[in-house]
C-alpha cells in the first residue's frame, strides 16, 4: 500500500509559479511511474504530466507543456510539478498518482494504482 499526500497548493495571480510535492509513505515510490493529473469543477479529470520511475521518459499535455515540470526524488521518495506562468484554465485541484505499469500510457488515468487526494490550485486573473 502506498500513500501520497500532495501539498504545495494555493491561490496564486496570472503568471505566477507554484511548486507542488508528492510524498510518498512508502519506499516502493521508487519503483513506481508517478503522474499528475488535474480536475476543475463540471471537468473530467485530465492528464497533467508523468515520468517513469527513473526519470528516464517524460510526458506532458499539451496545455502545459513549456510551462510545467515534472520531476521526482526516489532517495526522498517524493514527486514534484513545478508550474510556471500560472493562467486561470490551470484552476483545478492536482492529483499526483503512481503505478506499476510498463509505462507506455501515462496519459491514461488507469495505469495509476495510487492517488492522493489532491491540493487545490486557484490563479485569479
Known amino acids: 500500500q502506498v500513500q501520497l499526500t500532495e501539498s504545495g497548493g494555493g491561490l496564486v495571480q496570472t503568471g505566477d509559479s507554484l511548486k507542488l510535492s508528492c510524498a510518498s509513505s512508502s519506499r516502493a515510490f521508487r519503483t513506481y511511474n508517478m503522474g499528475w493529473f488535474r480536475q476543475s469543477p463540471g471537468k473530467e479529470r485530465e492528464f497533467v504530466a508523468a515520468l517513469t520511475w527513473a526519470g528516464g521518459n517524460i510526458y506532458y499535455a499539451d496545455s502545459v507543456k513549456g510551462r510545467f515540470t515534472v520531476s521526482r526524488d526516489n532517495a526522498k521518495d517524493t514527486g514534484y510539478l513545478q508550474m510556471s506562468g500560472l493562467k486561470p484554465d490551470d484552476t483545478a485541484v492536482y492529483y499526483c498518482?503512481?503505478?506499476?505499469?510498463?509505462?507506455?500510457?501515462?496519459?491514461?488515468?488507469?495505469?495509476?494504482?495510487?492517488w492522493g487526494q489532491g491540493t487545490q490550485v486557484t490563479v485569479s486573473s
Open positions: 498518482a503512481v503505478g506499476s505499469g510498463l509505462g507506455y500510457y501515462l496519459s491514461d488515468a488507469s495505469e495509476y494504482q495510487y
